[in-house]
């Protein structure tokens, strides 16, 4: 049973850089990031297939770096001079080839607060 | 972007009703629609994919059909535990994009 978890701060400063991990396993053809703010709907981050290339959401494109490290089965994020406006649940998730690139396991997600 | 816009953004039904939610795209994205639901602070659950494909292990009171713009997510008999906000998100094209929500309410 394929199970990711993400980890990293639950409290960042303003104009300081968001960092969080996951943990992934399973075969997938990409691994995405996505977050929900409190009472909102949710918005894609970006992905990075296992080949590493990457897609990210014009919207966060200069702020954002997602990476991966296979030898650890670890996924990164990196959100860079963070405001009150990307306080968040942050999820990550499996895109899924026989999904129809689908996200069909996510993980339990993490709040992130960006506060001074 | 494609957006994506569903609706109603919000439904009460009771026990037993049929339901139906509908999303709209801004431009035909094929078949590449997913659905989801969020139950109160958990991770969303994927559905339904490419527009009418069951997920493993979803309940077959859900289905789902559509191509093009146009899609709907039917609930054939409402239970208890379908308290949830149902997204729909397409995978056409990145950056990919949710609906805003609708969230079902029980009577």
């Known amino acids: 049973q394929v199970q990711l978890q993400e980890s990293g701060p639950g409290l960042v400063k303003p104009s300081q850089t968001l960092s969080l991990t996951c943990t992934v396993s399973?075969?997938?053809?990409?691994w995405s990031w996505i977050r929900q703010p409190a009472g909102k709907g949710l918005e894609w981050i970006g992905r990075?297939?296992?080949?590493?290339?990457?897609n990210y959401n014009p919207s966060l494109k200069s702020r954002v770096t997602i990476s991966l490290d296979t030898s650890k089965n670890q996924l990164s994020l990196k959100l860079s001079s963070v405001t009150a406006a990307d306080t968040a649940v942050y999820y990550c998730?499996?895109?899924?080839?026989?999904?129809?690139?689908?996200?069909?396991?996510w993980g339990q997600g993490t709040l992130v607060t960006v506060s001074s | 972007d494609i957006q994506m816009t569903q609706s109603p953004s919000s439904l009460s039904a009771s026990v037993g009703d049929r339901v139906t939610i509908t999303c709209r795209a801004s431009?035909?994205?094929?078949?590449?629609l997913n659905w989801y639901q969020q139950k109160p602070g958990r991770a969303p659950n994927l559905l339904i994919y490419?527009?009418?494909s069951l997920q493993s292990g979803v309940p077959s009171r859900f289905s789902a059909s559509g191509s093009g713009a146009d899609f709907t997510l039917t609930i054939s008999s409402l239970q208890p535990e379908d308290l949830a906000t149902y997204y729909c998100?397409?995978?056409?094209?990145?950056?990919?994009?949710f609906g805003q929500g609708t969230k079902l309410e029980i009577e």
């Open positions: 998100e397409q995978s056409f094209s990145p950056p990919y994009t």
């Open positions: 998730a499996r895109g899924s080839a026989t999904a129809g690139y689908a996200f069909d396991i």
């Open positions: 399973g075969g997938s053809i990409y």
């Open positions: 990075i297939y296992t080949s590493g290339s990457t």
């Open positions: 431009q035909s994205i094929s078949n590449y």
């Open positions: 490419t527009a009418s």
